[in-house]
């Protein structure tokens, strides 16, 4: 609707100013993505995620927190399809960059260890999800504490 539209416009207008390579247009791309994935046009989503994944890397470059949420997302599409293994390898490669940004104690990095877990537990491999899901804990012991709600 009305969002989408809204969106469209703002990306011209930041292509207009700014051309393809700028952080503004790969944000709205990566916006109108969201958009387009929760309406459930998943193929477009791609699309849209695969563009500002190419423009993040340009010029934030891999190891940025943009470019491991562009990832993310787009592993987000790809489990929502079924497609467990290409979700899991977009899943690894934003805890890696979550890694080398923030280290292993951070919230960003138990949230990539709890969505990879998922999707070993979804293909039924409950040893490596309860890994996954432990070290997740772990880390929100850490750095939240046992009576945090997100513990």
């Known amino acids: 609707g009305k969002a989408l539209e809204h969106y469209g416009r ?4 930041y292509e207009a100013l700014h051309g393809e ?6 944000g709205t791309l990566h916006n ?7 309406q459930g046009d998943f193929g477009k989503a791609l699309e849209h995620y695969e563009r500002a994944l190419r423009i993040r890397q340009e010029v934030v470059g ?17 489990k929502t399809q079924g497609d467990y293994s290409k979700a899991l390898e977009f899943y690894q490669r934003a805890l890696a960059i979550k890694l080398a940004v923030h280290g292993e104690e951070h919230e960003g990095t138990a949230t990539a260890y709890h ?12 040893n490596k999800a309860l890994e996954l899901y432990e070290r997740a804990l ?11 709600p997100d513990t």
């Open 32 to 38: 109108i993505a969201l958009i387009l994935a929760a």
């Open 115 to 126: 969505n990879m877990a998922a999707i070993y537990k979804a293909q039924g491999d409950n």
């Open 138 to 148: 772990k880390i929100k012991l850490a750095t939240h504490g046992e009576q945090h």
């Open 21 to 26: 390579q700028h952080v503004d247009t790969a």
């Open 10 to 13: 703002a990306l011209k207008i």
């Open 62 to 78: 891999e190891q940025h927190v943009d470019t491991a949420s562009t990832y993310n997302n787009m592993a987000v599409v790809y």
